[in-house]
């Protein structure tokens, strides 16, 4: 992202943490399932995690939306009919204005067909139910910095750091020291532009 664009555009949607949610219709069960999630590994992992505790279940349907823009996004219908469950799922993703997020829905088969119409409207309701039981949160997309400085500098470092509110994600100090931050992207041309300032402090941009 360019970080001269103003702060709204670094910050985005997304949910605190897991919730779930269900919705039933003419004996089928549909149980859903939000995650707060940042990676495709992460979400591999909790889809892989669901298929073998809901073993028994007909469908594993799911969508996610990753990046401060949604994208990459995915849907997956899991053997329903086309578009009649991933899509919708991912709808209401884009419906609720969310990203970095995973939502699953199970489906228990109840022995009546429910048509198109009455999938779409399954997931899409199931999905809008574990979101509406999630909290909703604004973060900021954030670049990590590693600085390195002499040891002479460090007062001068540490108050920059102090007055910008700057998370420390981990630091060690010597002779030679280095602090990681973690710096929303509106604001990292500001800060490097005031800690080059500092005689010995370089940057790394991560």
Same mark, same amino acid.
């Given at each position: 992202m360019n970080n001269t664009k103003n702060s709204e555009e670094d910050t985005y949607k997304t949910i605190a943490s897991p919730s @779930? #949610? +269900?919705f039933k219709d003419k004996g089928?069960?549909?149980i859903s399932f939000a995650f707060p999630v940042f990676n495709e590994e992460e979400i591999k992992l909790k889809i892989a995690n669901l298929k073998k505790e809901y073993f028994d279940a007909?469908?594993?349907c799911f969508a996610y939306a990753l990046g401060i823009r949604g994208e990459p996004f995915r849907i997956f219908d899991d053997g329903e009919p086309s578009g009649t469950a991933g899509k919708p799922i991912h709808g209401q993703i884009r419906s609720f204005e969310l990203t970095n997020v995973l939502i699953v829905v199970v489906r228990y088969f #109840?022995? @009546? +067909? +429910? #048509? @198109?119409g009455g999938l779409i409207n399954a997931y899409k309701?199931?999905?809008a139910d574990a979101i509406q039981h999630a909290t909703i949160i604004e973060k900021t997309e954030n670049s990590i910095l590693n600085l390195n400085f002499k040891y002479e500098a460090m007062n001068d470092v540490m108050r920059i750091l102090k007055d910008e509110n700057i998370e420390q994600l981990?630091?060690?100090f010597g002779l030679d020291?280095?602090?990681?931050i973690s710096v929303r992207n509106s604001k990292v041309v500001e800060l490097q532009e005031k800690l080059k300032k500092i005689n010995s402090v370089k *940057? *790394?941009?991560n």
């Amino acid at each position: 992202m360019n970080n001269t664009k103003n702060s709204e555009e670094d910050t985005y949607k997304t949910i605190a943490s897991p919730s @779930t #949610g +269900l919705f039933k219709d003419k004996g089928s069960k549909f149980i859903s399932f939000a995650f707060p999630v940042f990676n495709e590994e992460e979400i591999k992992l909790k889809i892989a995690n669901l298929k073998k505790e809901y073993f028994d279940a007909r469908h594993h349907c799911f969508a996610y939306a990753l990046g401060i823009r949604g994208e990459p996004f995915r849907i997956f219908d899991d053997g329903e009919p086309s578009g009649t469950a991933g899509k919708p799922i991912h709808g209401q993703i884009r419906s609720f204005e969310l990203t970095n997020v995973l939502i699953v829905v199970v489906r228990y088969f #109840g022995g @009546t +067909l +429910l #048509g @198109t119409g009455g999938l779409i409207n399954a997931y899409k309701t199931a999905a809008a139910d574990a979101i509406q039981h999630a909290t909703i949160i604004e973060k900021t997309e954030n670049s990590i910095l590693n600085l390195n400085f002499k040891y002479e500098a460090m007062n001068d470092v540490m108050r920059i750091l102090k007055d910008e509110n700057i998370e420390q994600l981990n630091h060690q100090f010597g002779l030679d020291c280095t602090v990681d931050i973690s710096v929303r992207n509106s604001k990292v041309v500001e800060l490097q532009e005031k800690l080059k300032k500092i005689n010995s402090v370089k *940057i *790394i941009k991560n």
